[in-house]
């Protein structure tokens, strides 16, 4: 471990974001019950029908601008002004991260305040405010589409993901069900000589073996270990 400048890589999920009030997909409620994922979230779907495409991440982007950082992106911010080096790999596509202050965020599965070109994904374009229409095109003429990760798609940062994880003195998961891939494969990246902790409030029935757990909703679990933290200097579990 660097004592100096101990290394936090922190793995998010829809259950952090949750607490802000962003619907996640997967719960009982959630917006898979409403939405059929072949429909919305696939190449396919867009294909078949873009206007609906569109209009259910013109819906998306509107929560996330409508929604605010909690007390778990804020804290991750505070332990990064305290000194420690905190790097974000989130599945997460709104920018909750970002705005609590956070500098050293990857997206998994894209960014839902960008749009893309259809046809050269490195093509991509702010979307400060509005959402995406047929016939908006990109500097190639071809349709944007939202910069999401659809299933059946390749996640381009994946390897950049594992990179970091491999450099980390500690692995914190933090709202995900680890059900995911590849993202649950992220935990195979870890240092045998890091820990790794996960805080969520089903952590004692999803967290894998040798994983900590600390069964706490986000925004009450993540500060209270920076806390813990920024008090002794170094990264531990408490």
């Not at 936090?8 to 019950?33: H, K, M, N, Y």
């Not at 920018?95 to 839902?112: K, N, P, T």
């Not at 349709?143 to 491999?166: I, K, M, N, S, T």
Request: with cysteine; proline share 7%; charged share 25%.
């Amino acid at each position: 471990m660097n004592q100096s400048r101990p290394h936090l890589v922190v793995l998010t999920g829809a259950g952090i974001s949750a607490e802000s009030g962003i619907r996640t997909f997967r719960a009982s409620d959630g917006l898979w019950e409403e939405h059929p994922i072949e429909a919305v979230a696939t190449p396919e779907g867009f294909a078949r029908d873009p206007e609906r495409v569109l209009r259910f991440y013109d819906e998306r982007r509107d929560q996330v601008r409508r929604a605010a950082p909690n007390a778990a992106h804020r804290a991750l911010y505070a332990l990064e002004k305290a000194g420690f080096r905190v790097s974000i790999v989130t599945q997460n596509i709104d920018d909750l991260h970002e705005r609590a202050g956070s500098r050293d965020v990857l997206h998994l599965h894209g960014e839902i305040l960008l749009a893309r070109s259809s046809v050269d994904a490195q093509l991509r374009y702010p979307l400060r405010r509005g959402g995406i229409r047929l016939g908006d095109v990109c500097d190639k003429g071809s349709q944007l589409r939202p910069d999401v990760v659809w299933f059946g798609e390749a996640v381009p940062r994946y390897a950049e993901a594992c990179d970091l994880v491999a450099e980390a003195d500690m692995l914190l998961v933090v709202g995900t069900s680890l059900a995911v891939m590849p993202a649950a494969l992220l935990l195979d990246q870890v240092p045998p000589d890091a820990e790794a902790i996960l805080v969520d409030p089903e952590a004692h029935a999803l967290a894998p073996p040798g994983v900590g757990r600390l069964a706490l909703p986000a925004g009450e679990g993540v500060p209270q270990l920076v806390k813990h933290w920024t008090a002794t200097g170094r990264l531990e579990l408490p």
